[in-house]
């Protein structure tokens, strides 16, 4: 069983179009490890029957969705943050498993290359990616802050720097992380709790460069005109801009740039 696990983690680092090609021996394809440990059958036979979970021992009552793959979630997760502490940036961002099969809280999103799929939630450390803690999105009610929340529950206190995108920043959110140590940036909604003139400011003409910002406490709500408008919500930084210069790329006769 750990054979057929590791092979399974391997899969999902050495990505092939189809199954059959993991156990092929011609050279384009060939992964030595799986002809070396299990032939495909055997492990088409395993897939087929594993389980985690004794679903006879599911309670009448029970409404968690994720209930026959809680064991082995509760395991990584336990084992992620067990065996690496990350470093002081980290990253909040949601990813999305390809699946078409039958699944009640499987996900649609036309705008990514996998239409179909499971949304998972994953907290990493900006610098490595390494995934410290995750959940997986299965259709219950839960505001973005108690996501949040439970995905930095371990990390409470410490000092980390949190980035995240405008799904999840909102006015709220950063006063409430900042109460148990926790530092966040990223770009905002402004209907989530950003001054009413700056909502205003941003529908108007603004020049581009020009920055406007408003400041309660050490929290900062920041628009910038480039091509649009951006917001932006941080507690790690001041209002202080600066100019980058950019440098034209010249592409020599051998092709380098």
Request: net charge positive.
């Amino acid at each position: 069983m750990a054979r057929f696990l590791g092979m399974c983690m391997l899969m999902g680092v050495t990505k092939n179009l189809t199954m059959r090609m993991y156990w092929q021996t011609n050279k384009p394809w060939h992964t030595r490890f799986f002809n070396m440990f299990m032939t495909s059958r055997r492990f088409q036979h395993i897939g087929q029957f594993f389980h985690t979970f004794n679903s006879n021992a599911a309670p009448v009552d029970n409404t968690d969705k994720l209930i026959k793959v809680r064991p082995v979630m509760d395991y990584l997760r336990h084992r992620f943050q067990e065996v690496y502490y990350p470093m002081r940036e980290l990253c909040l961002d949601e990813g999305t498993m390809a699946w078409r099969g039958r699944l009640s809280f499987k996900v649609y999103n036309p705008s990514k290359p996998d239409k179909y799929g499971v949304k998972f939630y994953m907290l990493a450390e900006s610098t490595s990616g390494y995934i410290y803690s995750f959940e997986v999105y299965s259709g219950i009610g839960r505001t973005i802050i108690e996501t949040v929340t439970s995905l930095m529950r371990p990390l409470l206190n410490k000092g980390h720097h949190l980035y995240m995108d405008n799904y999840y920043n909102s006015v709220t959110l950063t006063e409430k992380l900042r109460e148990v140590g926790v530092y966040t940036c990223g770009t905002i909604r402004l209907l989530r709790g950003a001054p009413k003139d700056l909502q205003q400011l941003a529908k108007s003409k603004i020049d581009v460069d020009t920055t406007v910002y408003r400041r309660k406490d050490n929290t900062f709500i920041l628009l910038w005109k480039d091509k649009r408008v951006v917001s932006m919500i941080t507690n790690l930084h001041n209002a202080d801009t600066k100019k980058v210069q950019k440098r034209k790329r010249v592409r020599r006769a051998d092709g380098t740039v």
